[in-house]
């Protein structure tokens, strides 16, 4: 059985910081492409970042509208994927998945093409101002 489990979402002023952790039981982070996704209610779900199986620059990739704010990372030996957010603005409110897609590595690990086999339960993020 597979779980991904997110945390750390909550309720923070703009400009403030949060942390959120998905710990993955059931298969192995660091073989996976690992995705965090957002969703507001009545839109789509948007890809925010993903982070790779290779250990070179094109581990992690981002859409625009988080660049140089969010960073993904991955700890392989809690078998855990972070998202760290700085700089949170009232649109970045959302409810926050993580994702695994069992398939894409390399440069193929992105947004746009992540093709989710297993998703988390999410953790909500809400932004003031």
């Known amino acids: 059985q597979v779980d991904l489990v997110e945390s750390g979402g909550g309720s923070v002023q703009a400009g403030g910081s949060l942390r959120l952790s998905c710990v993955v039981s059931?298969?192995?982070?660091?073989?996976?492409?690992m995705g965090w996704f957002r969703q507001i209610p009545g839109k789509e779900r948007e890809g925010v970042g993903t982070v790779s199986t290779v250990a070179d620059a094109r581990a992690v990739s981002y859409v625009d509208s988080v660049k140089g704010r969010f960073t993904i990372s991955r700890e392989n030996a809690k078998n855990t994927v972070y998202l760290q957010m700085t700089g949170l603005k009232p649109e970045d409110t959302a409810m926050y998945y993580c994702?695994?897609?069992?398939?894409?590595?390399?440069?193929?690990?992105?947004?746009?093409?992540?093709?989710?086999?297993?998703w988390g339960q999410g953790t909500q993020v809400t932004v003031s101002s």
């Open positions: 994702a695994a897609d069992l398939h894409s590595s390399g440069g193929d690990c992105r947004p746009s093409r992540f093709e989710a086999n297993y």
């Open positions: 059931g298969i192995t982070v660091k073989r996976a492409c």
